[in-house]
């Protein structure tokens, strides 16, 4: 079902204790709130089960998975842990990964079917590059990387798959796509979601915008019709901030 969710992708940032606190202000903050909207942060590996036992209403998320399910792969980190650490959603495709880890939309794919095998949700990321948009590409390489990363889903585990929109020149810039920027490329995902399922799942689906997402630009860019929240980093590392963020639908 179409739901509205702000996530707070924290990235590589703070330490346990840091992080414990950042949880029980927003936790605080959900309850008062109430459940309209679905609340989820992604912190560290390391803090999960930890944040888990300080939250409730906040879900929780992790930054990225394995490929594999088990086995000798130093370093890595299986869907199976995760959930067993408390997660529900697991960010994957986000462009820190692309860009650094050299993962593309092949392995992203693999990694997509193995967590929804698992019962993890993904929070699929898509965006393209300031050259790829300044050549008119941009359509050309979101398509891609949606219908490659999400080859194969048939429409139950579509519907447990969360997409984001990020546009990379966006991320950490301080640049904010436009609204109607946002809008154009939400509605234009939609679209391939109705040619690759059938309209109704196109309009069932959850699309977050990411990129410079904060409590100056939320309101407008959550009023357009297809987008359905947000994924936030920086702005998510203060509760205040964040927890405005959430207030801005
Ligand atoms: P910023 O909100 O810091 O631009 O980061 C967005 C992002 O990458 C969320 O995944």
């Known amino acids: 079902m179409r ?24 936790e605080r ?33 992790a930054q990225n998975c394995s490929s594999e399910e088990s086995g000798a792969y130093t370093g890595e980190v299986s869907p199976d842990m995760l959930l067993s650490a408390g997660a529900e959603y697991v960010i994957l495709g986000h462009s820190e990964r692309r860009a650094y880890y050299h993962e593309d939309n092949h392995l992203l794919n693999k990694k997509i079917r193995l967590a929804l095998d698992k019962g993890l949700k993904p929070i699929y990321c898509c965006g393209e ?17 949606l219908t490659v990363g999400l080859q194969g ?6 519907s447990q798959v969360i997409i984001a929109y990020e546009p990379v020149w966006a991320i950490g810039t301080g640049i904010t796509a436009t609204p109607a920027q946002a809008q154009e490329m939400h509605a234009f995902i939609r679209n391939l979601i109705a040619d690759m399922y059938d309209d109704r799942i196109a309009g069932e689906t959850t699309i977050l915008y990411g990129g410079s997402c904060k409590p100056s630009n939320a309101r407008e860019l959550f009023a357009n019709p297809d987008v359905d929240g947000g994924l936030i980093g920086g702005a998510s590392l203060k509760a205040e901030d964040f927890i405005q963020i959430v207030n801005a639908f």
């Open 129 to 145: 590059v300031l050259a790829e948009r300044e050549a008119g590409k941009l359509f050309e390489v979101v398509k891609d990387q």
């Open 153 to 158: 889903l048939n429409t139950a585990q579509f």
């Open 29 to 61: 903050f959900s309850k008062e709130k109430g459940d309209d909207v679905i609340v989820v942060i992604a912190p560290p590996f390391t803090h999960l089960s930890k944040i888990r036992e300080v939250t409730d209403l906040v879900k929780l998320a």
């Open 3 to 26: 739901k509205k969710i702000v996530a707070g992708n924290w990235k590589m940032h703070t330490l346990l204790k840091e992080g414990m606190e950042l949880a029980e202000k927003v």
